[in-house]
Nanobody, 114 residues
């Protein structure tokens, strides 16, 4: 069983930054892509960013220019650098590994408020 463990969430004021990390118990290069999703209270889970094993990245329009996804295959770790955070970024953020089987972490809470 593959495990994904997120960390780095917390409370931050609007305009601030956080960096999320996701450590995977298996070589992440074996997955087609790694992704970050988020789910705000009362809303559906949404895809925030993806990074393929080939080096391509994709972002939701709502985070383009503010968030950056990166991966360190040697450390089996995926990151999400979040800058210029807004209250509407408040959500539980989940790490996801795409492959023949999809795997999910348990999530980390991000709260943006003054």
């Amino acid at each position: 069983q593959v495990q994904l463990v997120e960390s780095g969430g917390g409370w931050v004021q609007p305009g601030g930054s956080l960096r999320l990390s996701c450590v995977v118990s298996r070589n992440i290069f074996s997955f087609h892509a790694m992704a970050w999703h988020r789910q705000a209270p009362g809303k559906q889970r949404e895809l925030v960013a993806t990074a393929t094993s080939g080096g391509s990245t994709h972002y939701a329009d709502s985070v383009k220019g503010r968030f950056t996804i990166s991966r360190d295959d040697a450390k089996n770790t995926v990151y999400l650098q979040m800058n210029r955070l807004k209250p509407e970024d408040t959500a539980v953020y989940y790490c996801n590994a795409w492959g023949q089987t999809d795997y999910w972490g348990r999530g980390t809470q991000v709260t943006v408020s003054s």
